[in-house]
């Protein structure tokens, strides 16, 4: 008998337009409440992220979740 695995992925991404706190926290508090995002850190300060996720996001949803924040993400 086989059974399947649910693998978690991390997510490095750059996040441009930060300016403070709030700005991560709120991109933060986003991420997770998004299905399937397990865990999400996110630094204004080096303006980028460490995202997990399970298998059922990919790094462009998740650029795209971010970028309707208000900042803009890349890879």
Not at 28 to 43: D, E, H, M, Q, R
Not at 44 to 66: A, F, K
Request: proline share 1%; glycine share 10%; hydrophobic share 35%.
């Amino acid at each position: 008998m086989f059974f399947a695995l649910d693998m978690d992925t991390t997510h490095e991404v750059s996040i441009q337009g930060m300016t403070c706190g709030g700005c991560s926290g709120r991109v933060t508090n986003v991420l997770l409440n998004t299905p399937g995002v397990k865990s999400a850190s996110i630094s204004h300060e080096q303006n980028n992220g460490i995202i997990v996720t399970d298998s059922t996001l990919s790094t462009s949803q998740l650029l795209e979740i971010i970028e309707a924040t208000g900042f803009s993400a890349s890879v």
